[in-house]
């Protein structure tokens, strides 16, 4: 049950990433079509899936994990892709944007973890500081 807990708190995380990402790259307009309601769902389940793979690599030795991260993100972001019909698979012009996106946006959410991490963080510390502070008195 844990694990079934665990991993639907990683697939709302996920999600939640991939909809602000998705919702800022609407907004330069990266996406030239309208998106439909099969582009959102499939962000979202690409997000959650994406979510729970990094739930599950505990990384403690970045040089392994994070080019395994790298390409299993890779993989589901390029299948999403194709079940969306937005791969041009002879067009090397295509390629070559969708590598520079990739790169961009794969650091985007290292970023908007990182910060979220660090919010909860300095939370939780603020609480035990209270806390400690209250039990002094």
Same mark, same amino acid.
């Given at each position: 049950?844990?694990?079934?807990?665990? +991993? &639907?708190? !990683?697939? $709302?995380?996920?999600?939640? =990433?991939?909809?602000? @990402?998705?919702?800022?790259?609407?907004?330069?307009? %990266?996406?030239?079509?309208?998106?439909?309601?099969?582009?959102?769902?499939?962000?979202?389940?690409?997000?959650?899936?994406?979510?729970?793979? +990094? &739930?599950? !690599?505990? $990384?403690?030795?970045?040089? =392994?994990?994070?080019? @395994?991260?790298?390409?299993?993100?890779?993989?589901? %972001?390029?299948?999403?892709?194709?079940?969306?019909?937005?791969?041009?698979?002879?067009?090397?012009?295509?390629?070559?944007?969708?590598?520079?996106?990739?790169?961009?946006?794969?650091?985007?959410?290292?970023?908007?973890?990182?910060?979220?991490?660090?919010?909860?963080?300095?939370?939780?510390?603020?609480?035990?500081?209270?806390?400690?502070?209250?039990?002094?008195?």
């Amino acid at each position: 049950m844990k694990l079934f807990k665990r +991993s &639907g708190r !990683l697939f $709302i995380s996920g999600m939640e =990433i991939a909809s602000v @990402i998705y919702l800022l790259l609407l907004s330069i307009q %990266v996406q030239t079509t309208f998106p439909s309601a099969k582009n959102i769902f499939s962000i979202l389940i690409m997000g959650g899936l994406i979510g729970i793979f +990094s &739930g599950l !690599l505990n $990384i403690d030795d970045y040089r =392994i994990e994070l080019p @395994i991260h790298f390409v299993v993100t890779f993989l589901i %972001v390029l299948g999403i892709m194709f079940i969306n019909g937005w791969v041009e698979w002879q067009n090397p012009t295509f390629w070559l944007a969708f590598g520079i996106e990739y790169l961009f946006v794969y650091g985007l959410a290292w970023l908007i973890v990182f910060l979220s991490g660090n919010l909860k963080v300095k939370r939780i510390n603020k609480t035990l500081r209270k806390r400690n502070q209250s039990l002094k008195k």
